[in-house]
């Protein structure tokens, strides 16, 4: 280990060594991994692959501050100004909440990696921003991951390493929550690598459509279908989209999710319309407001129940014209690669197939420590002491002696 064997062939006489001699030179590394450079010329810095790759510079995730904001300049991040911005306003507020009454934080977790250059001087080379999507706080999204273009520059630790530590630390501050989900781009496989390495399973592949807003909107535009009613999205109607969703969602996605009423419109801020069958009392199709989308218009969720296939026409183009009259600009729908006939009928409608992404879910699992219930087992010398009036109770497992 870290000796090196030397061989030299020298021709005798003094005109032979002028014309050259040959030397052998078989160097193994040490534990280090560094070989011996005792007998390799000396290089000057940069004219070669001998010299020293620099130290990178010391990096760290913190959490987003009100100063952070000048540095969040990469074109990665610029459309993520609106939640940054809302989530810093929002940052003592929180605060003054959860030291009064103990519950989930309203405004997105956003968490920074910075780089620093000198004391005075520091560079963001990632954000990622997390948001409960239910009141208790039991699932968590992803809503954004992303490494800057600084993350890839020399003395930088690397794309994959920020993500995988942006992710870390959103996971750790997340303690409460029992899932998590996220979408990611199926391109994107560094993502994917790194969403896989902390358990994240794919769950289903959807396809993003942008569906115009048609001149006429405002317009009156299809007619209501007969034998149904059309109803606005708020509390009353809440527990009806609520069964809607519980219908049209797998029961694995379901469970993850662990949505209420509240949740859908706490989510949807009341901006959402629905068809209502009125003998049954239920509601059939319907579109919600999720969030705005970053080149304009808002993204919506459509839903249709598995019986009512028929409605798929008229009485969803209803409500989706609707839902843009109020929201303004260009509507984007969720849309399941099976589900062939909706994206038939999209495409009929002008809509644009923009983007495929895939659903991933993370479920955590939690041992529980096993408590014996006293209770329990004065219940059973209860029962057992009818039947044995002047024995000795049976001994119980669940009862200390």
């Given amino acids: 280990m870290g000796s090196v064997l030397r061989a030299q062939a020298v021709a005798n006489g003094p005109s032979a060594a002028q014309e050259g001699g040959l030397m052998i030179v078989v160097s193994s590394p040490g534990i ?24 990178p510079l010391p990096w760290s995730v913190d959490p987003l501050q009100g100063w952070h904001l000048p540095l969040l300049d990469d074109a990665a991040v610029l459309p993520l100004q609106p939640l940054v911005q809302r989530a810093v306003l929002l940052e003592w507020p929180e605060r003054l909440l959860a030291a009064l009454v103990r519950r989930p934080p309203l405004a997105a977790q956003v968490l920074v990696a910075l780089q620093r250059e000198s004391r005075s001087r520091q560079r963001a080379l990632g954000l990622i921003a997390s948001r409960r999507i239910n009141r208790s706080g039991s ?33 750790e501050r997340g303690r409460e929550a029992t899932s998590w989900i996220a979408f990611a781009n199926p391109c994107d496989r560094d993502l994917l690598a790194c969403l896989r390495e902390q358990g994240f399973q794919p769950q289903r592949t959807e396809r993003l459509w942008r569906w115009p807003v048609p001149s006429s909107v405002g317009a009156a535009g299809p007619a209501l279908p007969p034998a149904y009613e059309l109803r606005a999205l708020n509390r009353r109607t809440a527990p009806l989209l609520w069964h809607l969703e519980q219908a049209a969602c ?57 019986g009512w296939s028929h409605l798929l ?11 843009a009259s109020s929201v303004g600009g260009p509507l984007w729908l969720h849309c399941q690669q099976e589900d062939q006939a909706r994206q038939t009928w999209l ?3 002008g809509a644009e197939d923009r983007e495929e992404r895939v659903l991933m879910a993370r479920s955590i699992w939690r041992r529980q420590t096993w408590r014996p219930s006293q209770r329990a087992g004065r219940r059973l010398d209860a029962v057992l002491e009818q039947f044995q009036p002047r024995r000795r109770p049976l001994p119980s497992p669940l009862a200390r002696g």
Avoid: I, Y
């Avoid at 560094?34 to 620099?54: I, K, N, T, Y």
């Avoid at 992303?146 to 870390?168: E, K, Q």
């Avoid at 026409?313 to 839902?323: K, S, V």
């Fill in 32 to 55: 280090s991994g560094r070989p011996d450079l005792s007998s390799q010329p000396d290089l000057s810095p940069g004219e070669g692959p001998l010299s020293p790759a620099p130290a």
């Fill in 347 to 349: 495409h009929s409608q």
């Fill in 250 to 306: 797998p029961a694995p996605l379901r469970q993850l999710l662990d949505r209420r009423p509240e949740d859908l419109l706490d989510q949807s801020q009341g901006r959402g319309w629905m068809l209502v069958d009125p003998t049954r009392n239920q509601a059939v199709v319907a579109v919600r407001w999720l969030a705005d989308h970053s080149e304009g218009g808002a993204e919506v969720e459509l839903t249709l129940h598995p």
């Fill in 313 to 323: 026409g008229p009485a969803t183009e209803l409500l989706l014209r609707r839902l």
């Fill in 139 to 171: 699932c968590w999204q992803l809503v954004h991951l992303t490494a800057t273009a600084l993350a890839s520059t020399v003395r930088a630790p690397g794309r994959a390493a920020v993500t995988t530590a942006l992710l870390r630390a959103a996971l």
